[in-house]
């Protein structure tokens, strides 16, 4: 009876982990490109479910046409967060970055509040509500759905960041931001695009996760700083480390609120947080910086 809870808790916290670990991907792909930790991808998550809601009640969308556009909306709102808040500033230092970055998150969510209210909107499953069963533990089809759209992101990401001519420039501009701009990449567009990029991941998160945890205009806000838990974790690394962050955090906060009690649930992934930050600072999977000269 025992191994049948601790599954069903490992499998529930797989899903959750693996949201929190696409969130976290988009954390890092700005921290990597810029510098920056953006505090407002939370509320890109919340956009996602939101945005989806709105073409599929408003107008009549169908669920397959609907995603889509929701996401394209949300790389929208992320290119005009990038062009009208973070461009403008001439010699920012990390902290109007961070005030700018809170400000943006307050401001969407407030904006989102007015637009659909303070109600709790769900979106329908993608294929169903009814139960699998594995080895005494049962899954539903969207939790499926979400460890395969992971699968899926991460796939593309490495491919874009180690296949193409503009995710090399990314890479390019974090290792270096200076050197790439010597040897002609625009800087300023990649980080445009590394604030499209993240806004689009983290509406794919909030619009796969909503079916199951439902949606509102707040939502973003705790599922934001626990993809930016799984970020730390994974050494603010855009890949697989991220994402496997994203997984540790989810099954240890599964089974905590389930053998402890659910009260815990949200303070062990700042918990975590904490200890990572007091123990290995640059993550599990990251190396310790060194100073170049």
């Not at 693996?18 to 407002?40: D, H, M």
């Not at 294929?127 to 395969?148: E, K, M, Y």
């Not at 699968?151 to 490495?158: E, L, Q, S, T």
């Not at 010597?182 to 806004?199: E, P, W």
Request: charge should be positive; proline fraction near 4%.
């Amino acid at each position: 009876m025992l191994f049948d809870q601790i599954l069903q808790y490992c499998l529930s916290g797989l899903s959750t982990g693996a949201i929190y670990g696409l969130i976290g991907v988009g954390f890092s792909i700005i921290f990597n490109a810029t510098g920056i930790i953006n505090f407002a991808q939370g509320e890109f998550v919340m956009l996602g479910g939101m945005l989806t809601l709105l073409f599929l009640e408003t107008l009549a969308l169908p669920l397959w046409a609907a995603i889509p556009c929701a996401i394209a909306a949300s790389m929208v709102a992320g290119l005009l967060f990038e062009r009208l808040a973070i461009r403008p500033l001439r010699q920012p230092t990390p902290i109007n970055l961070v005030i700018i970055t809170i400000g943006g998150s307050i401001l969407i969510r407030g904006l989102a509040m007015l637009a659909w209210g303070k109600d709790t909107h769900a979106l329908p499953p993608f294929s169903g509500n009814d139960p699998i069963s594995i080895l005494g533990a049962t899954i539903l089809p969207q939790h499926i759905w979400i460890l395969v759209v992971t699968v899926f992101i991460v796939a593309v990401n490495r491919f874009y960041f180690y296949h193409t001519i503009s995710g090399k420039a990314m890479r390019a501009c974090a290792y270096n931001r200076r050197a790439a701009g010597l040897v002609g990449i625009d800087v300023r567009r990649m980080v445009l695009f590394s604030f499209v990029i993240s806004s689009a991941l983290g509406s794919i998160a909030g619009l796969i996760v909503a079916p199951l945890t439902m949606t509102s205009y707040d939502v973003g806000i705790m599922l934001g700083l626990k993809g930016f838990c799984a970020a730390i974790i994974g050494g603010m690394s855009s890949g697989i480390a991220t994402v496997i962050g994203g997984l540790l955090l989810g099954i240890l906060e599964s089974l905590g609120a389930g053998l402890i009690s659910s009260g815990y649930k949200d303070a062990i992934a700042f918990i975590i947080l904490l200890l990572i930050l007091v123990i290995r600072p640059q993550g599990l999977f990251g190396k310790a910086e060194s100073e170049r000269v």
